[in-house]
């Protein structure tokens, strides 16, 4: 039996690292890079509505009409044959054009509780099918906490989750366009005539375990978004000034973050920094 309303938690990740690799036959880039789940979130509550369509109100920050969440419903509800509508009423936390993933985590959050919702019972490989066509990194937020990600954001690959640290993130009100950093970036790798390098989980694990202060990974969107826009390298020095052990951009920015060994320095740097930067938050590393 269906029920008749759901309501959803869509976690943000963060890209402990990320490198980006070749341009492929079909456009898009491979990657590598370890996603992981914080604990900042949008929330959805669906329920069912009249006809076919997803009416999504979002109060606190408006949307196009093609969304991911329309394009999550059109994908599921072709896929199982419905002929229902769902209105959702969202909150977004989680700013658009930030490298947190707000949209992607958004539609799986949607698919999985539309399963629910109506009952279907798609199994998760079948979701996780759905979810890529609704995005290359949509898969990741069905899937496992933490992951090394690869392919253009499809493949992934569970990693033990950290949950040692505890973390800050800065938004520094710059909406990034991720086609607009990936065209710099090739630009710029032309000019230098550099290019990515494939890695290996193992090798990728094991950076993964050691302290954070021997961490060496990287964002290759930093520098070039940072040029563009220099409240990044100044967001991150901040953090680092703060006393975080790691601090990078995530994903194609703009929002940076910054990992602290104590809950008590990062609950001091919280509170200085949040004079600075009008858009700062704690958060912690999801093992779930």
């Given amino acids: 039996m269906s029920a008749e309303a759901i309501s959803l938690c869509a976690y943000a990740k963060i890209n402990l690292h990320l490198k980006v690799l070749g341009k ?3 456009g898009f880039h491979n990657l590598a890079s370890i996603f992981q789940r914080i604990s900042v979130a949008d929330y959805l509550s669906v329920e069912e509505f009249d006809d076919g369509n997803c009416l999504v109100e979002s109060p606190m920050m408006s949307l196009p009409q093609d969304n991911t969440l329309t ?4 994908c599921f509800r072709y896929a199982v044959g419905l002929d229902k509508g769902i209105r959702v009423r969202l909150i977004k936390n ?22 629910q919702l109506f009952d279907v019972r798609l199994s ?5 099918r759905l979810a890529l066509q609704v995005g290359s990194d949509v898969p990741f937020f069905l899937g496992p906490a933490a992951a090394f990600v690869t392919g253009r954001g499809e493949f992934f690959k569970a990693l033990q989750p950290r949950t040692d640290c505890f973390g800050i993130l800065i938004w520094v009100g710059v909406q990034s366009s991720t086609p607009d950093a990936y065209r710099m970036l090739d630009a710029q790798r032309m000019h230098l005539q550099t ?30 978004l940072a040029e563009q826009h220099p409240v990044i390298a100044e967001a991150v020095a901040d953090l680092y000034g703060q006393g975080a052990v790691f601090a990078r951009m995530s994903g194609s920015g ?9 809950e008590k320095t ?16 704690p958060f912690i590393l999801l093992a779930l």
């Fill in 254 to 262: 703009s929002a940076v973050f910054g990992l602290f060994d104590t």
């Fill in 71 to 74: 394009r999550a419903w059109e």
């Fill in 195 to 224: 290019g990515g390098v494939a890695e290996d989980f193992e090798d990728i694990a094991a950076q993964y375990r050691v302290p954070l202060a021997a961490w060496q990974f990287v964002n290759d969107f930093q520098s070039v």
């Fill in 124 to 128: 998760d490989d079948e979701l996780q």
């Fill in 24 to 26: 492929r036959a079909d």
């Fill in 94 to 115: 989680i700013p658009a054009g930030s490298g947190l993933g707000g949209g992607s985590s958004d539609a799986a959050a949607l698919l999985r509780g539309v399963n």
């Fill in 266 to 281: 990062a609950a001091d740097a919280v509170c200085l920094l949040k004079k600075k930067w009008k858009w700062c938050k």
